[in-house]
């Protein structure tokens, strides 16, 4: 299956998405070990800790022209710093319910727990996310505001 | 600045992909970037010269290495620059081949997303500044969790290496599932034999701490100094003076499940697991003894002559300091009542493989002699069942427990031995025989002792008269089959300990779906985990024989002696740091930190402001996000970096 398109190409989807050394970035690692195929238009940033995540990276991710924006930690309670996740959980979901007031329909932000053993959880949820950004279409860089 | 740019083309893992040439032709583009290149396969010696050489050819300042994760490889170039004369942190990593190459397939549309990445690596690089590791002092104690084999091993190792060694157990005695095995296979040697020596030499070591009847209640602290709060569990018994004479035992009137026979036969609420318990020390199980649930009886008390017993013991809270930690917690065997087709738990007359085993062991409460648990009578069918628990996804148990078929030939062999006219029937799906000497072990049960192999599962058993009819298909044959069996023994799988995830994240380790704690990496680094300083052995890792625990015992214990082999550890200059200008003293950075790592400190009268201390910090960045001002970063991830990767993305 070919996940690619290049209309998404031409029109520049991307999706940035912010995982977590421990845990994501490995499940992704291992998603990329055992060949899962995934749509292309991801990029990922790797950080410490999901609670690392200052609401200021998705913002200015979007103000950038990103069309969608995943941050992606340790599974509750297995936070390989304790607790840096229950921080990024309230802080994301705040976020979220904050992204209207600037224009920003939520759906294109996500967040998520995948373990780094969580090879096709991961693949599932990087192409699931993407289809919904594809459907959503680019995002409209400047937004009028009256 | 002048910024080099290798791209690997890992042979054709990322060139076949990726277009490696024009990768490079795009990084010679990127601001700052003087050299650029590609190469087959920049780990390699070659490889690692090439980036060497032109670092000082070119006066690199920075290095962007494009290829695998570098969770594989990061520390390789991270060491290649330093030799270079680089400092390590100015070294980035574009992940090309784990999350581009191995997982697009569309040729340009990965060779773009690649030219992304290293873009984002360029951009971060040139932000990364020169770190320095700082150095802290190691404590030299060993603590091993679980006393079964693997534990044990370890154990012993670790305090034949020169450490005092804190071994946990939360049973009250050590020997774990291996004390149930009356043989083991492909020797058959005896199993308490080889076993119940091993015990000894841990009692008796002075460098040994035995904490049996414990169980580890908080674990704080990093690598080296690690600080363990260990709960002893209220025995009711004075073990100092305690002797293990069972005269107690004997007069004990409540009679309750016996765990380490597996619910074969009773045991007493004041009682020792075995006769061959390490420490040989009895303890009460409050929640039978009748004293504690009526409020009279005490006969152990009177009965004892060493006036060992103490009703008003209470647990405790014990602390140790260790350097390093080794987790052997094993396993449990699968519970079968799942397998509702079977009837475990319906039929009396269908028994676990863990239970067959306590059955044939002579110190078992049937003295070694095969029983129908429902009449008591001789089986002269046996039926086998592999798989119970394992490679079966309808039970959400798809991996395979390893040591099951050949328990299962080993069992089949004891049969023969016990009864010479019995014959029994193995039901399997595939052999699995992959060590040395099982598949002629396997052979002999089939050869030597007419083991009846059948290649099929079973669908359903039920009770004809005294029997057990038990209905399945030879798939070899294509024929459905029925046995007529007087007892059925499901070689049930191995699971992790109930109590597994809770553990890990006491020690801030990662554990899968099953709940197996999961090691660094699956092929280099089996018994260490992404906790520095805490290692792993046995089956709590992932399924395993004895002769795998114990290399895996031995492995753990050389990884805790090596790293405790250095009096000063380098602590990773990957933390956070304060710029004191703009801290304004609010802590709410202390208030975040998991690792208690934020000081205050005293700038000039009255003004205090956040100081980290480095060895302690472990660069999560939560004190990042809380501080107000921005006064706190982690170096090598600050805010400027994170954009600035984020604007090469989105360019």
């Given amino acids: 299956m070919d996940i690619s398109n290049t209309l998404d190409q031409k029109n520049g989807i991307k999706i940035v998405a912010f995982l977590c050394n421990w845990c994501s970035y490995g499940g992704a690692d291992a998603a990329g070990t055992a060949r899962l195929k995934q749509p292309p238009q991801v990029r990922i940033i790797r950080i410490p800790c999901s609670g690392w995540i200052n609401p200021l990276y998705p913002l200015k991710a979007f103000n950038e022209g990103a069309d969608g924006v995943l941050i992606s930690g340790c599974h509750p309670g297995d936070c390989h710093y304790a607790e840096g996740n229950y921080y990024a959980r309230r802080r994301l979901e705040v976020l979220g319910h904050f992204l209207p007031f600037m224009g ?26 993407t289809e919904k950004i594809r459907e959503l279409g680019p995002i409209k860089k400047h937004v009028e505001v009256s | 600045m002048r910024i080099g740019v290798f791209v690997c083309h890992c042979g054709s893992n990322i060139a076949g992909t990726v277009d490696c040439p024009r990768v490079v032709e795009a990084a010679r583009g990127f601001p700052h970037v003087v050299y650029a290149t590609d190469y087959t396969y920049l780990c390699a010696e070659s490889g690692q010269d090439l980036i060497k050489t032109a670092i000082q050819e070119y006066s690199l300042d920075r290095v962007v290495v494009s290829s695998c994760s570098p969770k594989m490889h990061e520390e390789t170039f991270r060491r290649a620059a330093r030799q270079a004369g680089l400092n390590p942190y100015l070294v980035e990593m574009a992940n090309i081949r784990e999350q581009c190459s191995w997982i697009h397939s569309d040729k340009e549309a990965a060779t773009r997303k690649a030219i992304d990445l290293v873009r984002k690596g360029v951009f971060k690089v040139s932000r990364d500044q020169e770190l320095f590791p ?19 091993q370890a154990a012993l190792d670790a305090a034949q290496g020169g450490h005092r060694v804190t071994l946990v157990e939360k049973d009250q005695t050590i020997g774990g599932n291996m ?21 000894v030499d841990v009692a008796v070591n002075e460098s040994i701490e035995l904490l049996a009847y414990h169980e580890v209640e908080e674990v704080k602290g990093y690598v080296g100094n690690f600080d363990v709060k260990i709960r002893r569990k209220a025995t009711y018994v004075d073990w100092s003076k305690c002797t293990g004479c069972e005269e107690c035992v004997g007069k004990c009137p409540a009679r309750i499940y016996d765990k380490f026979n597996q619910g074969l036969g009773r045991t007493k609420a004041i009682s020792l697991p075995f006769p061959q318990a390490v420490p040989k020390k009895v303890t009460i199980k409050k929640d039978f003894c009748h004293f504690f649930l009526k409020g009279k009886c005490r006969v152990c008390e009177k009965v004892c002559q060493f006036e060992a017993i103490n009703f008003d013991d209470q ?52 003295m070694g002699h095969i029983k129908r648990p429902s009449d008591g009578e001789e089986p002269k069918t046996i039926v086998f069942i592999s798989c119970v628990g394992s490679r079966d996804r309808a039970k959400g148990r798809s991996y395979c427990s390893v040591a099951c078929c050949m328990a299962m030939a080993k069992q089949a062999i004891l049969t023969k031995e016990h009864i010479p006219d019995s014959t029994s029937y193995l039901f399997y799906i595939d052999i699995r025989a992959g060590g040395k000497g099982y598949e002629e072990f396997v052979d002999r049960a089939r050869e030597e002792y007419g083991a009846q192999y059948v290649r099929g599962r079973v669908s359903k058993i039920y009770q004809k008269g005294k029997k057990l009819v ?8 294509g024929m459905p089959i029925e046995i007529e069996a007087d007892l059925v023994v499901l070689a049930v799988g191995i699971a992790p300990p109930q109590d597994a995830p809770e553990l890990a994240q006491k020690l801030n380790i990662s554990y899968d779906q099953y709940g197996f704690f ?5 092929k280099l680094r089996p018994v260490e985990t992404n ?3 805490v290692f792993l052995a046995g089956a709590c890792q992932a399924p395993m024989d004895i002769p795998a625990s114990v290399a895996q015992g031995s492995a753990a214990a050389a990884k805790a002696l090596g790293l405790l082999a250095k009096d000063e550890l380098e602590a ?36 205090m402001v956040s100081n980290v201390i480095s060895t302690v910090c472990k660069g999560c960045g939560l004190c990042g996000v809380a501080c107000p001002t921005g006064a706190i970063k982690v170096n090598g991830f600050t805010d400027e970096q994170i954009l600035a990767e984020m604007e090469a993305l989105l360019l």
């Fill in chain 2, 470 to 477: 038990v209905k399945g298909t030879d798939t070899l044959l």
């Fill in chain 2, 518 to 522: 999961v090691e660094s990496h699956p």
């Fill in chain 2, 531 to 533: 906790t520095t300083g």
């Fill in chain 2, 134 to 152: 700082s150095f802290f002092k190691v404590n030299k104690d060993v603590l091993v969790i679980g006393g079964g084999i693997a534990g044990i």
């Fill in chain 1, 104 to 129: 920003i329909d939520p759906q294109r932000f996500r967040y998520s727990w995948i373990s780094a053993t969580e090879a096709q959880e991961w693949q599932a949820l990087i192409t699931e996310f």
């Fill in chain 2, 179 to 199: 004390a149930r095995l009356d043989k083991t296979f492909p020797t058959l040697d005896c199993s308490s034999c080889i076993l119940t020596p091993r015990m």
């Fill in chain 2, 315 to 366: 647990d405790q809270i014990i602390e140790r300091k260790v350097g390093a930690i080794v987790v052997a917690t094993g396993y449990e065997a699968f519970d079968p009542i799942a397998y509702l087709e079977y009837g475990f738990g319906k039929y009396k007359d269908v028994i676990t493989s863990l239970q067959y085993e306590r059955m044939v062991s002579a110190s078992g409460p049937t």
């Fill in chain 2, 572 to 607: 990773s200059p990957i933390v956070a740091s304060v710029e004191i200008k703009r801290c304004v003293g609010c802590f709410k950075c202390e208030a975040v930190c998991p690792f208690s790592a934020i000081q205050r400190q005293e700038l000039r009268d009255g003004i």
